[in-house]
């Protein structure tokens, strides 16, 4: 049977980012790999950061979410069934900020599912600078998404942050005691350790890391409540001044209350120019893409308090 491993974690946690050397953990230890892509909408950046690693033995399909769980469920199932024929050892999921792990084991329950894939690993990526005043919808999602992990690892973990380390964790454990999640993180659930100094012993630790079974009470949050995304297609700007205007926008509760930055801009040089960025991070380098999109995700989002900085979105 093909293995299922679900890659779950907050927006802007490092999903993407820890995602391409754990797959090229198996690559490399000969596995056929399928990495699936769920994003908000019909543009998926994370397809675009992830495209060095696609090969023979690496292929990346996408499902595009936004319209609903029992859409996005039909979807995913139907991905499922139209690679379940082409001999993957491995298929790895990477939803969007937002998704219930009950809607993939239920899935995995129907016929001809059931026949073809094993539930394998649920890894969460925790950001050790995470806001640590997020809204209900937002602490329900973080807690929904880790409450089935086998394994919790902390993403954005440095000499200069590593004392919060513990408070991260206090406020995963705070989030399952408000939803009445049966399941508390413990020390041992914990991979925590810088990502450049991750070893093959790390490695084969994070990949046996297996799944748990929680309870919690559910709660109503669609993605439209929750996150709103607007896109801003041919971006450009200088990078000078992107950087400028991107700190400002962080510090302007007018603009709202704003998670991610991220896609990829025209600052007037040869090659686009990739914008990764969250409220403590601002990462930004050379891409082989030739489509300028830049991404702003948040809750409560004011597009006209946005137009100062950025413009007018074009969805």
Not at 200 to 205: H, I, M, R, V
């Amino acid at each position: 049977m093909t293995k299922i491993d679900l890659i779950t974690g907050f927006l802007g946690s490092g999903k993407t980012t820890f995602l391409k050397p754990y797959t090229k953990y198996f690559l490399e230890k000969g596995e056929k790999i399928c990495i699936i892509e769920n994003d908000f909408g019909a543009i998926n950046v994370d397809m675009v950061l992830l495209k060095d690693i696609a090969g023979e033995n690496c292929n990346i399909e996408m499902i595009i979410g936004g319209d609903g769980a029992q859409a996005h469920k039909r979807r995913l199932k139907t991905k499922l069934i139209s690679i379940g024929m082409a001999g993957y050892d491995r298929v790895i999921i990477e939803p969007s900020g937002i998704f219930d792990p009950d809607e993939l084991f239920d899935t995995l329950y129907e016929e001809p599912l059931d026949n073809w894939y094993e539930m394998n690993n649920i890894i969460c990526i925790l950001d050790v600078e995470l806001d640590d005043e997020l809204s209900k919808e937002s602490r329900f999602i973080l807690m929904s998404e880790a409450a089935c992990a086998g394994k919790i690892v902390l993403s954005k973990l440095n000499n200069e942050n590593f004392y919060r380390k513990e408070l991260v964790i206090s406020i995963l454990n705070d989030s399952m005691k408000e939803f009445s999640c049966n399941r508390k993180i413990d020390k041992e659930d914990v991979v925590a350790k810088d990502w450049k100094e991750l070893n093959c012993e790390d490695y084969a630790l994070i990949t046996a890391a297996g799944y748990k079974k929680a309870e919690y009470v559910k709660e109503t949050v669609s993605e439209s409540m929750a996150y709103q995304t607007l896109f801003y297609f041919d971006f450009s700007m200088s990078k000078t001044e992107f950087e400028k205007v991107v700190k400002e926008m962080f510090d302007d509760p007018e603009c709202g209350r704003i998670f991610r930055i991220k896609g990829f801009i025209d600052t007037g040089e040869e090659k686009k120019t990739e914008i990764n960025a969250t409220r403590t991070k601002f990462i930004i380098g050379d891409t082989e893409t030739d489509r300028a999109v830049l991404i702003v995700i948040g809750e409560s989002l004011n597009r006209e308090r946005l137009k100062k900085y950025i413009g007018e979105p074009s969805i």
